[in-house]
């Protein structure tokens, strides 16, 4: 369990991690690296701006699928009122407004 307590906090120094871990070289290695990349902040740094930058991208999808969802709802309201469809109707089917439905 040591080895979860110095992945989790990292480690101070290689004597430290020496006595922590009693791992395989392989492990010892990745722990290394991974202490390096935890205290690296230009890592930290690029890191932070690829998340921001997955946010940015699925904020801006949703807000076109909004405005997707939204055309559609007012072109249907649009051929319903074409056909004579009720504007009360209209309302419920789309979730538009009577104001909108009246400007369309």
Not at 58 to 75: C, D, I, N, R
Not at 88 to 97: D, E, F, K, Q
Request: glycine fraction near 8%; charged fraction near 30%; charge should be neutral.
């Amino acid at each position: 369990m040591a080895w979860l307590y110095m992945f989790d906090r990292g480690y101070q120094n290689p004597d430290e991690m020496e006595v922590l871990s009693g791992m395989t070289e392989g492990l010892k290695n990745f722990a290394t690296q991974y202490n390096y990349a935890i205290n690296d902040p230009d890592l930290i740094r690029r890191y932070r701006m690829f998340e921001d930058g997955k946010r940015d991208v699925a904020t801006k999808m949703s807000v076109a699928e909004k405005k997707g969802a939204q055309k559609e709802k007012l072109q249907n309201a649009k051929g319903f009122k074409q056909q004579g469809v009720d504007p009360a109707i209209i309302s419920r089917v789309t979730g538009l407004s009577l104001d909108e439905i009246a400007k369309l």
